[in-house]
């Protein structure tokens, strides 16, 4: 399944926490993105980074941060102040590299995160 | 701007009957478009994009430059292609490249 994990698969959160979705990939790909999937809207870019110590808002970014720490880790917080945070959230990643168009992104299994 | 439009959201066609899935695009440069695809409890996964100009399982896409689309066609729909199925572009943004995707279809073939 292509070496990118997500956890946890469910999670709760109770309004006005915040909370922070794992992925990780031992794939050495440079690129990783974070996706919002909700019904009839698609996938929505949150965050994507292109290199370690690198990253750049994507089109929802609101309510949302990141870090790129290390190659293989993309965490994602999704913080109190985004407003409707229920959905399905996916991680992926590619090989990357700013000069690079035609990547193949390889998604994890995603985390769903339900607020209460 | 950047956009990928896929303007029907479920497809519905019987085994063995022709199918084709819309997507147009809006890219000022020269863009990379993919198709990918989610079956049921499975990752979301490439299913094929222009540049390899391939068939898999049996899916074409021919990117069209002049009319902006980039449709899927199968010319005989079987049950297991009943999937999600999403038209992505690639294109360079201020960051670097990201690549967007369409709303989605839902493709049902009955038997």
């Known amino acids: 399944d292509g070496g990118i994990t997500q956890s946890p698969k469910y999670l709760f959160r109770k309004e006005g926490q915040n909370v922070t979705l794992s992925c990780e990939q031992n794939l050495n790909h440079d690129a990783m993105y974070w996706y919002r999937q909700d019904p009839g809207q698609g996938l929505r870019l949150i965050y994507y980074?292109?290199?370690?110590?690198?990253?750049q808002k994507g089109d929802i970014a609101e309510g949302y941060s990141v870090s790129r720490e290390k190659k293989e880790s993309f965490p994602l917080t999704v913080t109190s102040a985004q407003k409707n945070p229920t959905a399905f959230y996916l991680c992926?990643?590619?090989?990357?590299?700013?000069?690079?168009?035609?990547?193949?992104?390889?998604f994890g299994p995603g985390t769903r995160l339900t607020v209460l | 701007a950047q956009r990928v439009t896929q303007p029907e959201k479920l497809l519905s066609v019987f085994k063995g009957a022709p199918v084709e899935l819309k997507c147009n695009y809006s890219?000022?440069?020269?863009?990379?478009l993919f198709w990918y695809v989610q079956y049921s409890r499975q990752r979301l996964q490439l299913l094929l994009r222009?540049?390899s100009r391939e068939s898999i399982k049996g899916f074409t896409a021919d990117l069209n430059k002049g009319e902006t689309s980039f449709h899927l066609k199968k010319p005989f729909a079987q049950e297991e292609d009943s999937a999600m199925y999403y038209c992505a572009l690639s294109g360079l943004g201020t960051g670097g490249f990201k690549t967007i995707f369409g709303a989605g279809t839902r493709l049902f073939v009955k038997a």
């Open positions: 222009h540049i």
């Open positions: 980074s292109q290199i370690v110590n690198d990253f």
């Open positions: 890219y000022s440069g020269s863009p990379e």
């Open positions: 992926a990643s590619s090989i990357g590299g700013r000069k690079t168009s035609t990547d193949t992104q390889y």
